[in-house]
């Protein structure tokens, strides 16, 4: 699954550690969504839609 994580947490300037504690997991986490390495959760999903107003749509989509 593809992902804008690291462009949307640049459009911000947050550092990979910001975006972990504001979705209460590891900065590992972040850095392993980022690269396509884990797909996260539906509920980390929701989280992570949240913190960035934007629908999961906008933010993941299929390989």
């Known amino acids: 699954m593809k992902n804008r994580l690291k462009v949307l947490r640049?459009?911000?300037?947050?550092?990979?550690?910001?975006?972990?504690?504001?979705?209460?997991?590891?900065?590992?986490?972040?850095?392993?969504?980022?690269?396509?390495k884990y797909d996260p959760s539906l509920p980390l999903a929701f989280r992570i839609s949240d913190v960035f107003e934007m629908p999961i749509e906008a933010i993941f989509s299929r390989d």
């Open 10 to 36: 640049a459009e911000r300037d947050w550092s990979q550690q910001d975006l972990a504690d504001a979705l209460a997991v590891s900065r590992q986490s972040v850095n392993a969504i980022e690269t396509g």
